[in-house]
């Protein structure tokens, strides 16, 4: 091949081991791409002076969060003249979630495996990048893609969190590395998936990994040096090595009194994973705590308590980060209903009164409206249907379940709606003070779920001690299609005070990307099906649509240089529903993200994109009913969560089912128990699987391979 670097696989470069372990297999069967330039299609040229610069210099526009602009420049009644300005292709695929930020006229974002990119705004102008060099096996413990949802940019300074657990601190101007912390344990499956946030001289920063057995926190460093300063756990830990959260010890074991059994030896969860605020006016900082780990209360806790701070709003001190006070959106959680959706501060009049208030809508699908200043609860309504609870208590908040749900009690599948992919996942929704309305991204998507008899926890891999059954088959392209028929997504406008729907937009798939609201009565949001998309923020009417021929996740961002106002927003479908549940409208999208910018009368064109055809590629001979099953049992459990659920894969990660690979065994097994593309996010399960079991994946696979072929010889799904 001449060159150590012959393509890019997962986003990341392949070595020369990995590229001679692949010799002869095309890259268009391996779901490969060629390296992506990070040009512009529209821009070119120094940077000017500009008169007006009206920045988004943080995730979310302010410290409120709101993703709201009040600029107008771009409105109602012009919208249908918005065109490309410029546009940069990133040389990573998968999800690409970053709310970009713009500071001084530079705007920047950062990409899948944590990449980072500095932009003229006007012109598109790349200024420098950063790569962090995240080993691509770390991309194993990252349960849902390898993303990152921004950076903080703050004093000359950028921050940003690397998946594999560093927060590192680069010259804003140039991208130099100024220096770096390892904020997580790395003999544990720690990632950071979410954005920095810098507060009052320290750099805030979560992680995740509930799923494979972590115990979560959130720590403050120091802006200047990257020296620790306080860190506060969301979950008590062994109470035989003492305390461990300093600042908020008496709180701390008033928590642990609310967890049974020995949940310290699977971590507990409550992975800060998301959702860091900081209150301005009152001086706290907000966390957002997610999951159990594992998800099953049964297990994790012997079905009993409510397990502080797990699914809650915890208000920290930022100087000390001493617990303030905590609301518990879901107690006992065991549906993976996490609170660390993004939380949005207001000043709202309820009952004549105007009260400081923190807005949520998290997983569990009921819309939050709590009191900042004292954590107390106001109101709760549920914004999508929920069959779980009945409703939220008038005086505290607590859900009213109904006794089913608890499904660890009982060895009978429960089928929640909403379910662990949640009634609203992460990504932003918008606060309007304009129309005061909330727009949630929210979706209807049921989810089963039935005690594991036979859990054993096995650390570093997923430990959720529920085997997960769905209501429906996936077994042809019928079945999919009646799963997408009971799935769907939607804009929904909610009235916080009034705590109902002010209106609706549906969409036929779940999803969506996140919202930005603005002064010209807009609404943007980006689909998966490859649409960029504006709508009244009065009504919902669709007013202008671009297709960006890859799926939008992030959520927008606004900003103005000179006379003009733009539109920015990063592009590139991924995340937790697209690897998981195979139900994307087009699964054969333009693999690596882009940032798009738009401007009134924008003339800048996309390349045009034609999707590979790349067919199914069953192994020649049916293979033994046995082995497949095998495989089946084998695949579930260990692929699942990347390749699709029953090999439906939406193509964010290669389709395994018209790889190339699966009908040689040598290749297959080089691959998945050699580590052939370990580097580049396949890692080996030398040690997880045996070359038996990977055999008899591949022959569950080479099946589905051949199903998928005979349906589309037939005229089915392609």
């Not at 990257?226 to 008590?236: A, D, E, I, L, N």
């Not at 001086?283 to 594992?294: D, F």
């Not at 303030?324 to 209903?337: A, L, R, S, V």
């Not at 040690?687 to 051949?706: D, F, H, N, W």
Request: glycine fraction near 12%; charged fraction near 20%.
């Amino acid at each position: 091949m001449g060159s150590p670097v012959a393509t890019r696989y997962f986003g990341k470069t392949i070595t020369k081991r990995a590229a001679m372990a692949l010799a002869g297999i095309s890259a268009a069967a391996l779901g490969l791409s060629a390296c992506s330039s990070s040009g512009s299609g529209g821009g070119g040229g120094d940077a000017q002076p500009s008169v007006t610069l009206e920045d988004w210099k943080t995730i979310g526009g302010s410290s409120k969060e709101q993703f709201y602009s009040s600029l107008s420049g771009i409105n109602d009644s012009n919208v249908k003249s918005l065109g490309l300005a410029w546009y940069a292709d990133f040389d990573t695929s998968r999800g690409q979630e970053a709310n970009v930020v713009v500071v001084d006229g530079v705007l920047y974002t950062s990409t899948a495996w944590s990449k980072v990119y500095a932009y003229d705004a006007k012109t598109g102008k790349q200024l420098w990048m950063f790569d962090p060099e995240v080993a691509g096996r770390k991309g194993y413990d990252a349960c849902c893609d390898v993303v990152n949802r921004g950076v903080a940019v703050s004093g000359g300074k950028l921050y940003v969190g690397a998946l594999d657990g560093r927060l590192i601190a680069l010259d804003a101007k140039s991208g130099a590395k100024l220096w770096e912390v390892q904020t997580t344990d790395t003999s544990k499956p720690y990632t950071i998936t979410g954005a920095p946030r810098v507060v009052k001289g320290k750099v805030l920063i979560g992680n995740g990994g509930a799923e494979y057995g972590v115990r979560g926190y959130v720590t403050a460093y120091d802006a200047a040096t990257g020296k620790q300063v306080w860190r506060f756990y969301t979950v008590p830990g062994d109470p035989a090595k003492g305390k461990d959260n300093a600042a908020s010890d008496p709180q701390m074991e008033t928590a642990a009194k609310s967890w049974f059994g020995k949940w310290y030896q699977y971590g507990g969860g409550g992975t800060v994973w998301d959702a860091i605020v900081y209150d301005e006016e009152l001086n706290q900082v907000l966390i957002g705590v997610g999951n159990g780990s594992p998800w099953n209360q049964r297990v994790r806790s012997d079905g009993k308590g409510d397990n502080l701070f797990l699914s809650s709003v915890v208000a920290l001190d930022p100087d000390t980060g001493k617990y303030k006070w905590h609301f518990q959106e879901t107690p006992g959680e065991t549906w993976d209903f996490t609170a660390t959706q993004p939380i949005i501060l207001a000043d709202l009049k309820i009952d004549g009164a105007v009260r400081k208030v923190m807005m949520q809508a998290p997983k569990n699908g009921f819309f939050y409206v709590i009191d900042r200043q004292s954590g107390k609860f106001i109101s709760a309504k549920n914004f999508v249907p929920v069959n779980w609870a009945t409703g939220a208590d008038p005086k505290t908040g607590r859900p009213i379940e109904v006794p089913e749900a608890r499904w660890g009690s009982k060895d009978a599948n429960f089928v929640a709606r909403p379910g662990a992919y949640g009634a609203h996942s992460w990504q932003p929704m918008a606060y309007s003070p304009k129309t005061g309305l909330v727009y949630i991204p929210a979706q209807d998507v049921a989810f089963g779920y039935q005690n594991d008899a036979n859990f054993k926890y096995a650390p570093g891999m997923w430990n959720l001690a529920n085997v997960s059954p769905t209501n429906l088959a996936q077994d042809s392209s019928a079945d999919m299609d009646k799963l997408r028929q009971t799935t769907r997504g939607e804009i929904v406008a909610w009235d916080p005070v009034k705590q109902k729907a002010a209106w609706r937009v549906q969409h036929n798939f779940a999803g969506n990307g996140g919202i930005l609201a603005t002064g010209g009565n807009l609404l943007f949001q980006g689909s998966p099906d490859g649409s960029f998309n504006a709508y009244s923020a009065a009504d919902g009417k669709k007013l202008w649509s671009s297709d960006v021929q890859t799926g939008v996740v992030a959520a927008p961002s606004t900003f103005k240089v000179g006379n003009d106002q733009y539109v920015a927003v990063a592009a590139g479908f991924g995340g937790v529903f697209a690897l998981f549940s195979g139900l994307a409208p087009n699964p054969h999208q333009r693999p690596n993200g882009r940032l798009l910018v738009f401007k009134l009368n924008g003339t800048a064109k996309l390349p045009a994109y034609t999707p590979p055809a790349t067919p199914p590629n069953p192994p020649k001979d049916v293979a033994p009913a046995a082995r497949v099953q095998e495989g089946f049992g084998l695949y579930a459990g260990m692929c699942t969560a990347c390749h699709g659920g029953q090999a439906w894969s939406n193509g964010v990660i290669p389709d395994l089912r018209r790889s190339v690979a699966l009908t040689d065994p040598n290749t297959w097994q080089s691959i998945v128990y050699g580590g052939a593309l370990e580097p580049n996010g396949m890692i080996s399960f030398k040690g997880k699987l045996t070359p038996e079991q990977i055999e008899s994946i591949r022959l569950y696979v080479g099946e589905r391979a051949r199903k998928l072929k005979i349906e589309i010889e037939q005229g089915g799904r392609k």
